[in-house]
């Protein structure tokens, strides 16, 4: 039997209804009822019409527009990168701190860092590696930023680019780079080779000079060392200058929170706060959290626990060390280091150099190649230390850099071709506990040196002669090099630097040779490289070799000695 | 910004849109319109709300459902919300090419292996920057959208 819902039929036929048949068991006939007529209506309720949402609707469009890009057009023929060919492309994200959707779009939404440089005019020395665009990625969209790159791998590179690209999208309109004076002449020099379309203000001078440096207009970048910085803050807050950009290098020169630099740098009025460190500042919390005072005022405190500390800063600091970024660098990375004389060596070499050629030219063809090594090497000793007052350009910029190597746990090693400037090194560098390995020295002593310089962790640093330190050591644990001053050969040099490379072994070496910008170091710069080139050709052919050994791999040249002074060799004179 | 703006004819001139859907499955369908300029800088940036669909739509639309959905649902009004006329708008998948049934633009599908063919058939199309690379920002902002919530 079926059921009963109105509308359903629930008999077999349609309008009769047939009861069913009496028998009784005891009658002689069976009684048949009479057919009762049962009228059932037909007609059945609506069903119930379900109407499932087939149209589409159109979907709800939300639009963002972005300001006009600056009128940068495209190089000609520039090179197209393509992630088919195995390029990678670096993206510029949007910083934490940015939460409106709109501006994390106009991060999200820009070319790769790969595209935007190769797309502009923006020329550079050369490419920077891998992990250099990933550091100028993280800086260009950061208000606060720490770049704490280990020493080598370019911060400044990183930081000049990032300012370029600033300058050029119109987001930053005067940036205040700041350094310690010893570096001042660095940062113009990598300016002009990394951002040479960007005009570049040095602050220098007596106060009247400086005051109308300051107020110059349309300079989008200027350059000043703290000293200068403390000295004109008060001129600084009384004409109202701020920028949109302050960058400050060696960054740990403002760790000290109670200090006048720290005080007038964080006096600055400024948009963005970037700092450049080479020293591991998460080590130090107190370090860290005086850096944040200019880089972020506020974000982080004295009472917060390192943890927390770390997890407010973690979006703002970034460090590499070469272990990390080995896949990008080449084993060895030659870097010339120029360095401009201070005052008192430049007065001392000026009237040495015009005595000393005077001399040789009242000498005519009586001058002799000794006369000439010994002028040689008067200067060479002025490029080291000034002869009157011990001031000495070169020794304060590695005294700064061991500083970071120190600091970050690595070692160097440090060349020159005179022991007494070794010595000299070495009082002035105590506090790195420099050992000294030269020729002089005894066996033991010298096996003793090597043996602390590698095992003990309070020595940073080893100064050795170019002759002792040459030749059968193996240092490399060693991942700097400096050569403090230059030998006459290259292939020594490279002996030399060997003692802490070689190839297939793990680690990049960062070599160093610093060169006094406009003096004799310079003018033999010059011809050791046109050697170094000309023997690396001869090298390249198999039937050069032998003649290379002799020829290229030696010393300078008579005409070579005497052109240094743009004086005629006198022949071959006896020496 | 976020105030969809006038254009220079300049601009429009140079101007190359890229169309794309991102398919994000607790959510639905998501589009995506981004115009770059001729170095590939961005101009204007449209996206969608989700679009989710029905079973019931998936058996009646059948074979008709993702061109429709693509084209005319999300591609048109992406289209449609934009200041700049493009002089050419690019797509990544054969779906989205059904936006030609609602927009008078040209549209062309960006394949592997096409750019070359591409460029030469539309004059030098964005020579600096490679065609695909856009759409991978177009992801990148839908997938910070959706995060955004």
Known sequence: MHNHKPGVWSWPTAGVMIPAATIDPDASTTVLPSPQLLRVPLE???????????????????????RKPAPLRPEPACRRPSAADGESRTRVSPPADVVKLSERFFYLLQPDLETTLATSRLAFPHRPYPFQLEGIAFLVPRHAAVLADEMGLGKSMQAITAIRLLVHAGEARRVLVVCPKGLV???????????????????????????????????????????????????????????????????????????????????LSRGRAWALTGTPIENAAADLVSIFEFVSPGLVDDAMTPRSLGESVADHVLRRTKDTVLDDLPPRIDHDEPIELSADQQE???????????????MGQGATIRHVFELVLRLKQICNFDPAGGSSAKLDRLE???????????KALVFSQWVT??????????????????????????????????????????????????????????????????????????????RAHRIGAAGSVTVTRFLATGTIEERIDRVLAGKRALSEAILATAEGAAEAGDRAGGGLTQEELFSLFDLPSPGRAAA | MGNPRHATSDEAAEAVGFLAAVESPPHGLFGGYLLVDQIGRPLEFHCTTPVRVSRAQQILYGATLEGHLHG???????????????????????????????????????????????????GELLPAIDLAEPFERIRAAIHEAQRHG
């Open chain 1, 348 to 362: 001392s070499y000026r009237l040495a150099e015009e005595e000393g050629v005077l001399r040789l030219a009242g």
């Open chain 1, 185 to 267: 002449f660095n940062w113009r020099r990598e300016l002009a080779e990394w951002a040479p379309e960007v005009p570049v203000a040095v602050i220098e001078g007596d106060p009247a000079r400086r005051r109308w440096q300051w107020s110059l207009e349309g300079m989008p970048v200027v350059l000043a060392n703290y000293e200068v910085l403390v000295r004109d803050e008060g001129l600084l807050a009384e004409t109202g200058q701020s920028f949109d950009l302050v960058v400050c290098d060696e960054a740990q020169r403002i760790k000290n929170r109670g200090s006048r630099t720290s005080e007038a740098v964080r006096g």
């Open chain 2, 72 to 122: 005319r649902q999300i591609g048109g009004p992406l289209l449609a919300a934009s200041s700049l006329a493009p002089r050419i708008v690019l797509v990544d998948s054969k779906a989205m090419m059904h936006v030609t049934e609602a927009t008078p633009l040209p549209v062309a599908l960006v394949e592997p292996g096409g750019e070359e063919w591409l460029r030469e058939a539309h």
């Open chain 1, 421 to 498: 400037t070794l010595e000299r090194i070495a009082r002035r560098l105590g506090r790195f506990g420099p050992l000294v390995y030269h020729g002089g020295m005894s066996t033991a002593a010298r096996d003793e040196a090597i043996g602390r310089f590698r095992d003990q962790p309070g020595h940073a640093v080893l100064l050795l002669s170019y002759g002792a330190g040459a030749v059968g050591l193996n240092l490399q644990f060693s991942e700097y090099v400096f050569l403090f001053d230059r030998w006459w050969n290259p292939a020594v040099e490279d002996q030399a630097i060997n």
């Open chain 1, 400 to 410: 700064a850099e061991l500083e970071e190597v120190a600091a970050s746990g690595k």
């Open chain 1, 44 to 66: 059945t309720t609506a069903a119930e019409v379900v109407s499932p949402p087939v149209r589409l609707e159109p979907a709800r469009v939300t639009s963002y527009a972005f």
